[in-house]
C-alpha cells in the first residue's frame, strides 16, 4: 500500500518541514519543495508522490499493524504556524495522477504544528 502525505506547499529551503515518520518513499531523494505543475496532464508535472527518479525507492520499510495506533511527524523548522495535513493511501504499487487514494486521516489547521508559530512541529497520531 503506498502512502502519501499531502499538505501545504512549503518552499524549498533545508528548514522547511519534511514527513519523518512513517519513513516516506524515496527519502534520499525527497525535496520539500512545492508541487510542480499539479495540473495532470502537465508537462514536467511531478503529481502525485513529487514524481523523480527514486521516488519509490524503500529505504526503511514501515510496519504497521492493523488497529495499531502509528505516529506522524515532520523534521525541519519552518512550520509556518501550521495549516492542515491529510494521510492518503493508494493500493497501486506505483502511483499516477490517475490513482484513486483514500484518506486515511486529515488534519484541519494546527498541522504540521498548533503553536502558532514558526518554531518545529508537533506529532500526530493516526
Same mark, same amino acid.
Given at each position: 500500500?503506498?502512502?502519501?502525505?499531502?499538505?501545504?506547499?512549503?518552499?524549498?529551503?533545508?528548514?522547511?518541514?519534511?514527513?519523518? %515518520?512513517?519513513?516516506?518513499?524515496? =527519502?534520499? +531523494?525527497?525535496?520539500?519543495?512545492?508541487? !510542480?505543475?499539479? /495540473?495532470?496532464? $502537465?508537462? &514536467?508535472?511531478?503529481?502525485?508522490?513529487?514524481?523523480?527518479?527514486?521516488?519509490?525507492?524503500?529505504? %526503511?520499510?514501515?510496519?504497521?499493524? =492493523?488497529? +495499531?495506533?502509528?505516529?506522524?511527524?515532520? !523534521?525541519?523548522? /519552518?512550520?509556518? $504556524?501550521? &495549516?492542515?495535513?491529510?494521510?492518503?493511501?493508494?493500493?497501486?504499487?506505483?502511483?499516477?495522477?490517475?490513482?484513486?487514494?483514500?484518506?486515511?486521516?486529515?488534519?484541519?489547521?494546527?498541522?504540521?504544528?498548533?503553536?502558532?508559530?514558526?518554531?518545529?512541529?508537533?506529532?500526530?497520531?493516526?
Amino acid at each position: 500500500m503506498a502512502l502519501l502525505f499531502l499538505a501545504s506547499p512549503l518552499s524549498h529551503v533545508d528548514a522547511h518541514m519534511i514527513m519523518n %515518520t512513517p519513513t516516506p518513499y524515496g =527519502v534520499s +531523494t525527497l525535496d520539500n519543495s512545492p508541487l !510542480k505543475n499539479v /495540473a495532470i496532464g $502537465s508537462e &514536467g508535472s511531478d503529481f502525485p508522490c513529487k514524481q523523480r527518479t527514486g521516488v519509490y525507492d524503500i529505504t %526503511t520499510m514501515n510496519n504497521m499493524a =492493523v488497529g +495499531t495506533p502509528q505516529t506522524l511527524s515532520f !523534521k525541519g523548522s /519552518a512550520s509556518h $504556524s501550521g &495549516g492542515s495535513c491529510q494521510l492518503s493511501a493508494s493500493l497501486d504499487k506505483e502511483p499516477t495522477a490517475k490513482s484513486t487514494f483514500k484518506v486515511i486521516q486529515s488534519y484541519v489547521g494546527g498541522c504540521p504544528t498548533t503553536t502558532g508559530d514558526n518554531g518545529g512541529s508537533n506529532s500526530f497520531n493516526f
